[in-house]
């Protein structure tokens, strides 16, 4: 089933329905100080163990306490679910308690944010929110769904649950291009010095980061996004030097990786060799955003 296997949460009224679920249903749950503590927790689980880290938060300041981590998750594209609660429908828009405009304070950070009001459409929108959540049509990052106490409260029986929104979601394989791929291949044959700069889409397959060091002898380095990918005593791990192997590459390879701030933007201030480009990657930011390369590939790392 489509649970995870610990929830971060601070205990809250309006969630404690699905807090009594989770105890039943045999699911860790890690209660914490702050919310924000539990977005970050929620983050770092997604990053470190894979998958998507789930949040639980009650309305009102409960959910505001979880934007600065909503913020952090979604600039790292890190995949997080937050489940809000939200006043009883019969209240709403009658002053009850902790009753804010959720969904439009933290639409800015999340890659979809839904409000259920009939149970029927729950287990839809929980799709939409995890498959957003996972990159299914754009970055990965944090998503939300809120849920009214009162809805929380009424019984499952007659839904309608098709095996496949309880399975585990995973966005679908994107396949290359061939002629990019043959076009990569021809620039990665040339000469001079490579360089491969891996980020969040390299997690999908460490293993294909690694075939292609070893295949080209090119160096590597990672970033906070790809911490992990490859082994620190891999021979093409660059752990020093890295401002000078960027000035002097001549092809440069990014895979799944953002030309960021953390990259000079891929400006001649920090690649000063003027480099080939080669981009990797599963989204537009990552094969165009700042500047397009040479080739690009827009697939999965390991397609």
Do not use: K
């Not at 990053?47 to 505001?64: F, K, Y």
């Not at 929980?126 to 009424?154: F, H, M, R």
């Not at 397009?292 to 697939?299: E, K, P």
């Amino acid at each position: 089933m489509r649970v995870s296997t610990v929830a971060e949460r601070l205990c809250g009224g309006h969630v404690q329905p699905v807090w009594d679920a989770l105890d039943r249903l045999g699911v860790e749950v890690v209660d914490v100080r702050h919310e924000c503590a539990a977005v970050y927790m929620a983050q770092a689980q997604a990053d470190l163990g894979g998958g998507v880290g789930v949040v639980l938060a009650t309305a009102g300041p409960g959910l505001t306490n979880t934007v600065t981590g909503l913020a952090s998750a979604h600039l790292a594209r890190s995949p997080v679910v937050l489940v809000a609660g939200c006043p009883p429908r019969p209240q709403s828009g009658m002053g009850a308690l902790q009753d804010l405009p959720q969904a439009a304070l933290i639409a800015p950070l999340c890659r979809r944010v839904e409000t259920v009001l009939d149970r029927r459409h729950l287990l839809a929108r929980l799709d939409a929110v995890w498959s957003a959540a996972l990159g299914e049509e754009g970055p990965q990052g944090p998503a939300c769904i809120e849920v009214p106490t009162d809805l929380l409260e009424e019984p499952a029986d007659g839904l309608d649950a098709p095996r496949a929104r309880l399975d585990a979601a995973r966005a679908p394989a994107l396949l290359p291009d061939p002629g990019s791929v043959r076009a990569a291949v021809d620039l990665l044959r040339g000469d001079g010095r490579a360089l491969v700069v891996t980020g969040r889409g390299a997690r999908d397959d460490p293993g294909a980061v690694r075939d292609l060091l070893d295949a080209t002898g090119a160096g590597h380095l990672d970033t906070a996004e790809s911490r992990g990918v490859v082994p620190w005593d891999h021979p093409s791990q660059l752990t020093a030097v890295r401002s000078r192997a960027m000035a002097e590459a001549e092809l440069v390879v990014t895979v799944g990786r953002r030309l960021d701030f953390q990259l000079g933007y891929g400006s001649t201030a920090v690649f000063a060799a003027e480099p080939r480009w080669l981009r990797v990657g599963r989204t537009t930011e990552e094969i165009a955003g700042n500047r397009r390369g040479d080739v690009t590939v827009q697939a999965d790392a390991g397609a």
